[in-house]
């Protein structure tokens, strides 16, 4: 019992070294779904790995309503989860430094990048980045799902929704700007269900529309950079942990 107490102070202790940017480009600091027939049955021994992570449950996630650019911190479960998707990430990428964990600005963002640093041999360099963010509901942050898309007959139809091609776009930009870092390691990048969703849609079509891709609260998927292109290797994968 005393270690299940200790495990949010030390969460909250790596926190204090992650510093955001959200003004634009990142400052650096130190610090399972059935796989669809399209992914790629990648090598572990192949260049450019990036393990692109989401965010750990939050009170937001359990009550079923969008979060947005709200910034709730994760709850109880959510701090478990991160703590087993860092050994799971550390065991993933086993044997290859990792060189930058990228995250978005946001806190919950920014806690399971710092519990996934802490979980690797040789914590890396975190830093956020402003194109990871989660999807701006505008005002219809905080409401349900089925509220919105009972009024509009979508999300995406929503007055002051961003875009799905926005999203798309800032996501991708931010993944790009990590090929430099390749050749160096491999990369975490931590994010949000919607932007997960889009920017895995777009590198495989073949995953079919981004709603119906899997992306349970601090999942993980895997992404190689094979012949100049972005491949899709493992989608959704997670360690289960009880409510």
């Not at 090929?179 to 079509?205: E, T």
Request: charged share 20%.
């Amino acid at each position: 019992m005393a270690d299940e107490r200790a495990k949010p102070a030390r969460l909250h202790q790596h926190c204090q070294d992650v510093v955001t940017d959200v003004a634009g480009g990142p400052e650096a600091v130190r610090s399972p779904s059935t796989r669809p027939s399209s992914i790629h049955q990648g090598s572990l021994n192949d260049d450019g790995l990036v393990v692109l992570a989401r965010h750990g449950r939050t009170e937001l996630n359990a009550a079923g309503l969008l979060r947005g650019h709200l910034d709730p911190a994760l709850d109880s479960v959510g701090e478990t989860e991160v703590l087993a998707l860092g050994r799971a990430v550390a065991q993933t990428l086993a044997g290859r430094p990792v060189v930058r964990i990228v995250c978005s600005p946001l806190r919950r963002a920014i806690q399971t990048a710092s519990a996934i640093a802490a979980a690797l041999p040789e914590p890396p360099v975190v830093q956020a980045a402003q194109g990871l963010i989660d999807r701006d509901y505008g005002h219809w942050a905080g409401h349900s799902r089925e509220e919105v898309q009972a009024r509009f007959g979508s999300v995406d139809a929503a007055d002051g929704v961003e875009s799905a091609i926005a999203v798309t776009e800032r996501a991708r930009a931010a993944l790009d700007a990590q090929l430099p870092l390749l050749a160096s390691g491999a990369l975490v990048l931590v994010a949000h269900d919607a932007v997960n969703r889009l920017l895995l849609a777009s590198l495989d079509p073949g995953l079919g529309p981004a709603d119906e891709i899997g992306q349970s609260t601090a999942c993980w998927n895997l992404l190689s950079y094979r012949d100049h292109t972005w491949q899709v290797d493992r989608v959704d994968q997670k360690v289960w942990v009880p409510d």
